[in-house]
Antibody, heavy 118, light 110 residues
């Protein structure tokens, strides 16, 4: 059974950088033929795809995002990470990691709430 | 403003059938598979219909998906009070080179 777990700070100041990590169990990120994605959801709003990474390290990002974003893989720890810079209040949301990358996400983490506030 | 368009809300009585629509364009629904998700408040979305229009293990056959042209539909039959949730459609958009979602539909089982 594939399981994903997000970790990272719950509170970040405006203009700072958010770093989140997703730890995967039950599957190998680097050898699975799947994309791994980050998705976020502001309170009371819909889902927004942030970007995806393949085990090889190739990435795609949502061109609609206002804040610069980067994804990376740590194969040795079976983790993939999100870095979002120049945060604003609009980046306050629940952040999910999920397996998939073309709209089909079978496995999700439980989500982690990130609040951007001074 | 979501790329895919869903009605904000639908409602029906227990035991009845409800259909939730998801409208897109030739760049997304028109040329890619559509997945559907159920989200109960406070929890992560759950995949109901995958990109092959199949139900993952554990999803009852009361849930079914279909697509015609640039629109997709999620049908739920034999409604139960436990089906009250938000429902989202999602797919790949070739023009944006991004995953796009609908704005979500809240289902009320009266």
């Amino acid at each position: 059974q594939v399981q994903l777990q997000e970790s990272g700070p719950g509170l970040v100041k405006p203009s700072q950088t958010l770093s989140l990590t997703c730890t995967v169990s039950g599957a190998s990120i680097s050898s699975s033929p799947y994309y791994w994605s980050w998705i976020r959801q502001p309170a009371g709003k819909g889902l927004e795809w942030i970007g995806r990474i393949y085990g090889s390290g190739s990435t795609n990002y949502n061109p609609s995002l206002q804040s610069p974003v980067s994804l990376s893989v740590d194969a040795s720890n079976n983790q993939f990470s999100l870095k979002l810079t120049s945060l604003t209040a609009a980046d306050t949301a629940v952040y999910y990691c999920a397996r998939g990358g073309r709209g089909h996400f079978h496995y999700w983490g439980q989500g982690t709430l990130v609040t951007v506030s001074s | 403003q979501s790329v895919l368009t869903q009605p904000p809300s639908v409602s029906a009585a227990p035991g009845q059938k409800v259909s939730i629509s998801c409208s897109g364009t030739s760049s997304n629904i028109g040329s890619n598979y559509v997945s559907w998700y159920q989200q109960i408040p406070g929890t992560a979305p759950k995949l109901l219909i995958d990109d092959k229009n199949k139900r993952p293990s554990g999803i009852p056959d009361r849930f079914s998906g279909s697509k015609s042209g640039t629109s997709a539909t999620l049908d739920i039959t034999g409604l139960q009070t436990g089906d009250e949730a938000h429902y989202y459609c999602g797919t790949w958009d070739n023009g944006l080179a991004a995953v796009v979602f609908g704005g979500g539909t809240h289902l009320t089982v009266l």
